[in-house]
């Protein structure tokens, strides 16, 4: 009866062993594999990070372009706005420039300018379609060297004074 | 003593079956899928070459003098007209166009930039 009890005694001390055995194997299993999901935790908010970085230097280029397309887009309208003070300059005495009085008086005066100005405006187009500036274009400085109806893309080294 | 041996054997393999049934930890799996694009790369149309104009203005002083001009360079004798008003309104539609033109051009390189520089070339 002892030695029956014993034997009982010594298997389920030899179970529990092999129990203890098999569950810290297990542990140990599952360590590795918390190791290797920390490894890959990391690498995901590391690459997270880089996102978050990629997004702001984007947003920040997004930003740029906005603020030099508005700035193209007011260089423009001063050349907008020079056309139309062409037409309408209001000379010393007040009286308001009139190109039909103008040409009427003196045609062939008039006729030069205009063909000159529809000579340079022809060009603009060609420079806002691509065309390379000329040297002559890049380096004129003087209000009598430049193409007076797109100085702002045609003569980048003009500086205007107002 | 066939009877613990037969006990002892149930104990072992209930063991191992709890042992087996305790749930382990899950492996993450992850996927990275590289999707390229290729770029556009679509070339800007040729610069079509502007054709010189030649304004003629007339008036009812010069008009005999404007026709007689044209019949000697065998032009046909007729033209085409807008008043003073006219002429300053194509003049600014001229220009706002070539406006256009640029601001379209500004913004189509800032797009090929944008997306196809060295940096985002080839993913997206």
């Known amino acids: 009866m002892f030695g029956q009890l014993k034997l009982i005694l010594i298997g389920i001390m030899l179970i529990g062993a092999t129990g203890g055995i098999?569950?810290?194997y297990k542990l140990k299993a599952d360590n590795a594999v918390l190791k290797e999901n920390q490894i890959k935790l990391e690498e995901a908010v590391n690459e997270q990070q880089q996102v978050i970085a990629q997004q702001k230097e984007d947003f920040d280029k997004i930003l740029q372009t906005n603020k030099e397309l508005n700035n193209?887009?007011?260089?423009?309208?001063?050349d907008l706005d020079r056309?139309?003070?062409k037409f309408n300059k209001t000379n010393a005495s007040g009286k308001k420039r009139d190109i039909g009085d103008l040409?009427?008086?003196r045609p062939s005066s008039v006729e030069k300018i205009i063909n000159r100005a529809t000579g340079n405006a022809i060009r603009c187009v060609e420079i806002a379609m691509g065309s390379p500036l000329t040297e002559k274009e890049i380096n004129a400085t003087k209000k009598s060297e430049i193409n007076s109806e797109c100085?702002?893309?045609a003569n980048p080294s003009y500086v205007p004074h107002n | 003593m066939k009877s613990i041996l037969n006990v002892l054997v149930l104990l072992t393999l209930l063991t191992f079956?709890?042992?087996s049934c305790s749930r382990g930890v899950d492996r993450i799996e992850t996927v990275k899928v590289e999707v390229k694009r290729e770029p556009l790369n679509l070339e800007k149309p040729p610069i079509p070459k502007?054709?010189?104009?030649?304004w003629i203005i007339i008036n009812s002083e010069n008009a005999e003098e404007v026709f007689k001009k044209l019949e000697e360079k065998g032009t046909d004798p007729v033209l085409f007209g807008l008043t003073d008003d006219e002429y300053e309104d194509l003049a600014v539609n001229f220009a706002q166009i070539r406006n256009y033109i640029i601001q379209q051009n500004f913004v189509i390189d800032k797009y090929k930039e944008y997306y196809e520089s060295e940096e985002t070339n080839?993913?997206?």
Do not use: F, W
């Not at chain 1, 193209?72 to 001063?78: A, F, K």
């Open chain 1, 151 to 153: 100085p702002s893309i």
């Open chain 1, 22 to 24: 098999a569950y810290v």
């Open chain 2, 50 to 54: 502007q054709e010189e104009l030649n």
């Open chain 1, 83 to 85: 056309l139309d003070d």
């Open chain 1, 103 to 105: 040409a009427n008086a």
């Open chain 2, 17 to 19: 079956l709890i042992t």
């Open chain 2, 122 to 124: 080839g993913t997206d």
């Open chain 1, 72 to 78: 193209l887009t007011q260089v423009l309208q001063q």
